[in-house]
């Protein structure tokens, strides 16, 4: 009989202990649970201010339609020139009977007695003159005078009017 008894308690210790490892592998599996849900709890959304967005929206979407609008604002203006210098057909010489008037008809006067005298200048030179005075950035007492007529003038225009002067 003792040999059934101490069998008894040798199957009650073992068997109670595998009821504990079950246990405590159900106790763990709880916890790695618990912690999965403790993260999704920890884990927070902010939410999205929808004003931000709009204005963000908006800014981008004026930004295109301006930039929509300078490029069609200037298509225009870009062939307008480039007509004004194809359909330019006046000689120096006409050109030139404006400044005649200040400069004398073969370019040998001092303009209104304040000026350089401009025959024999060279056609660079006249170049860079005139667009000088239509900068603003060349020329004395008389630089305001020329100003006004040079602006009047197309990039062909100086061209032609330059070659005129250096061959009088």
């Not at 009821?19 to 709890?41: F, G, L, M, P, Y």
Request: proline share 1%.
């Amino acid at each position: 009989m003792k040999i059934i008894m101490s069998l008894l308690a040798v199957f009650f210790i073992f068997g109670c202990s595998g009821d504990d490892e079950k246990k405590s592998s159900a106790n763990v599996s709880a916890e790695k649970e618990q912690k999965t849900v403790e993260v999704k709890k920890v884990v927070k959304i902010k939410p999205v201010d929808t004003k931000k967005v709009e204005e963000v929206k908006a800014v981008k979407k004026a930004k295109k339609v301006e930039k929509k609008l300078q490029s069609d604002v200037e298509k225009p203006i870009k062939k307008e020139v480039v007509k004004k210098v194809e359909t330019s057909s006046k000689s120096g010489k006409e050109i030139f009977s404006v400044c005649g008037g200040c400069h004398g008809m073969d370019g040998s006067k001092s303009a209104l007695g304040r000026s350089k005298i401009i025959k024999g200048w060279d056609a660079k030179k006249v170049v860079n003159a005139l667009h000088g005075y239509k900068a603003g950035t060349y020329g004395g007492s008389m630089k305001g005078l020329m100003k006004g007529q040079v602006l009047k003038l197309n990039e062909s225009e100086i061209n032609t009017v330059a070659h005129y002067v250096s061959g009088l």
